[in-house]
């Protein structure tokens, strides 16, 4: 069965390696020559399910539970199990017990269990919620990995458009590129940078939690930490703005000061595609599948929605040529 794949993402990638492992002869096209195209680049890698049902349904837990597992299975030795972090300065302790009573598979957390978990934020806050069963990745390292692994498995990919006509099925993953073309598929930008500091050391990542705008660092390792990132609904795609920056490295000095004195190494601005209920759709059209909407789960939700759209091309009657 030969299948055509539309772009290189993480929706992309883990549906082509989905429906390689299945046996089939698939072809990613993207125009872009590597990744910095895709909002993916972009992301925190983050496979934090428990903490997403704070603002996302229950489809979003149910779906991105057994993410690290999958993730493990594609990418072996790149998942972190370390859990989430989540807390917040002492005037907004309130912000912490609503996100605790939005949530569930937490731990409580004192000053010194906080101590314990991440030495750097000793004395700094009194009170933490922890999510054991939550992980990690780096999007970057598992993106080109995953790539690398499909080229040695015998995926080809090109930088141009074939012939459709040549392949059994399509399976459009271009995202953000389908926001004019897809109904009710509308655009959130986010922003981020990348600091470096070697006076902070993170295990996991720590969310700050604001009455506003609420962030996240993730450890990279080698003292670099992503930080992000912003929800904005609009479709501008221009470069992160000045107050975005500013509020994004405030963030960053209230969970330690020592980012005051960081090295900023990267600023970055996306569009992320996000259907009205802000979760993923896997649609099937004759032989055009199309998965698109993974919002602010991309690695969360890729692979539960590529096993979904694989099983589309397999099973063209698969849950009537709709699965979400």
């Known amino acids: 069965m030969r299948v055509l794949v539309k772009g290189a993402g993480v929706a992309g990638l883990t549906v082509a390696h989905a429906l390689a492992a299945r046996g089939a002869a698939v072809t990613v096209s993207d125009p872009s020559c590597g990744f910095s195209g ?50 917040a300065p002492a005037r907004d302790q ?19 269990q906080i101590a314990t978990l991440e030495p750097s934020l000793a004395g700094r806050f009194r009170q933490a919620l922890f999510f054991p069963r939550e992980a990690h990745l780096n999007p970057r ?13 015998g995926v080809r990919f090109i930088d141009i458009l074939p012939d459709e006509q040549d392949f059994d099925h399509i399976v459009d993953c271009t995202g953000a590129a389908r926001i004019a073309e897809t109904a009710s598929l509308r655009g959130v930008r986010g922003e981020m940078l990348y600091l470096r500091t070697a006076e902070v050391r993170l295990e996991r990542p720590v969310r700050l939690l604001h009455p506003r705008i609420p962030v996240y660092v993730v450890p990279r390792g080698d003292g670099l930490f992503m930080v992000g990132a912003t929800m904005i609904e609009t479709e501008f795609a221009g470069p992160i703005t000045a107050r975005s920056l500013m509020e994004l490295l405030n963030a960053a000095y209230a969970l330690h000061p020592a980012f005051a004195d960081a090295v900023v190494v990267e600023t970055g601005a996306g569009i992320r595609p996000a259907f009205l209920d802000n979760f993923p759709r896997v649609e099937r059209r004759g032989k055009l599948i199309s998965l698109n909407g993974l919002y602010r789960h991309g690695f969360l939700l890729a692979p539960a929605m590529a096993a979904k759209a694989a099983d589309l091309v397999f099973d063209p009657d698969t849950a009537g040529g709709h699965a979400s």
Do not use: H
């Open 38 to 87: 895709a909002a993916s680049w972009l992301a925190g890698g983050m496979l934090a399910p428990w903490c997403e049902r704070e603002s996302a349904n229950e489809a979003v837990l149910r779906e991105g539970q057994d993410a690290p597992d999958r993730w493990e299975a594609m990418v072996p030795g790149d998942v972190k199990r370390n859990g989430t972090l989540v807390l």
């Open 94 to 112: 309130g912000e912490l017990k609503r996100f605790a009573g939005r949530t569930t598979g937490y731990e409580w957390l004192d000053e010194q």
């Open 141 to 153: 390292r598992v993106l080109t990995k995953l790539r690398d692994g499909l080229i040695v498995r």
